[in-house]
């Protein structure tokens, strides 16, 4: 199985005292190798590395984690299931955050679980395998 990060717990992992207990046995047990990120999430973490009100040693540490990572780029398949996600939403009256149905399409396009601590949101998503490694 292979997971996709969502930014969240990537911020989670560096902001919360608690968070890297709880991550990082995940990282070892499941392996780096089978995590990834979507280039969508890398977006949110880069805009999020350059506010201002962002401890510098905080945005260090998240570049450096960042790093570890095969980060994925956004392509046409994943766009495609993005716009069906987007339209299903919709039509239900659920719509979630752009990134979040962008990354949501990334990862149900290459049959991936999102690890998210925003599991509320994911979980609209039809078909889209969802963990929260923080609980």
Not at 33 to 61: D, G, P, T, Y
Request: glycine content about 6%; proline content about 2%; hydrophobic content about 50%.
């Amino acid at each position: 199985m292979i997971y996709m990060l969502d930014s969240n717990i990537l911020r989670h992992y560096v902001q919360d005292m608690d968070a890297p207990g709880k991550i990082m046995p995940r990282f070892e047990r499941i392996g780096i190798k089978n995590i990834v990120v979507s280039s969508i999430a890398a977006h949110e973490l880069m805009v999020f590395l350059l506010n201002l009100k962002v401890a510098q040693k905080a945005r260090q540490e998240l570049a450096a984690l960042l790093s570890w990572f095969h980060v994925l780029p956004f392509d046409e398949r994943a766009a495609f299931e993005a716009a069906n996600i987007e339209h299903e939403l919709r039509a239900r009256g659920q719509v979630i955050g752009k990134s979040d149905t962008l990354i949501a399409g990334h990862a149900c396009g290459l049959g991936f679980t999102v690890v998210t601590n925003n599991t509320r949101e994911f979980n609209r998503v039809k078909g889209l395998a969802v963990d929260n490694w923080l609980v």
